[in-house]
């Protein structure tokens, strides 16, 4: 399959796979949905590796030579309202399974690898998906599609909150790639590693990851996405709740109301 779904002990691989630079059809959508699904819903997974095939792109968006059905009017505004209600005649197309995955509530996290070309429809999964991201020194990242008449990447991953400004405006309205030197120095990727090393590194951060108490990540990851769009008021108060909810049903190392409190087998 295009794009495939492997598992070594509580590591997930996502990799896609499909020609040179590793484009996205309407039917891979679906296939990246429903490996989602399963990583999510698999309690002996607890971290995810997104890649792209060995020795080639991460991903360099849509594949435009995919044609899309014929839609008249009255369908496109349906398909934009409901965007599976004409898969049965037509297929997977667009818009489709891309909006799933886009508005997929996760509960894991996920660390992208990325080579050479990340672009269009892959930079916005790499956003969107991913909460670590390594990369080669000859990875490239951008977002081409203002100059064929697309444009909204901006908006979907709020590219501002974690980018400066002037360089998120940078590329989306230049349409420009940036390298893997400037993302890091721009803070869009965590660390620049050679194309050797890429998936071992990706590895051993996701098995650091692992080895967390599972409930403790997820907590993280919870209250770090939801607190993104609360007052600081309201961000204490949640993550307040979650952190007592969470060492309440904790009995690992440190359990107990206090830190690193022993217990009676431990004098």
Known sequence: MPVSYSRTGAVATFTIDNGKVNVFTPAMHRELHDALVDFNRDPAIRVGI????????FCAGDDIRTVL??????EALEAHLSPHCHEARTGPTRPGWEQDVMRMRRVKPIIGAVDRYCLGQGLI????????????ERAQFGFPE????????GAMTRLGRMIPQAV?????????????ARALSVHLINRIVPP????????????????????????EL?????AMDMSREQAMDYAGTLFRFQRVAYDGPGAGTGFFRKTDDQQ
């Open 69 to 74: 059905p014929e839609l008249s009017p009255q």
């Open 146 to 153: 203002i100059a064929y008449g697309m444009g909204g990447a």
């Open 125 to 136: 999964y790499l956003l969107l998906l991913t909460e670590l991201r390594i990369a080669t």
């Open 50 to 57: 997104l890649t792209g095939s060995a020795g080639k792109s």
């Open 196 to 219: 050797e090393r890429l998936l071992s590194e990706a590895q051993a951060m996701a098995e650091t990851i692992a080895a967390h108490p599972p409930v403790a990540v997820q907590v």
């Open 168 to 180: 998120a405006m940078e590329m989306l309205l230049l349409g420009e790639r940036i390298d893997a």
């Open 222 to 226: 919870e209250a770090y996405h939801r």
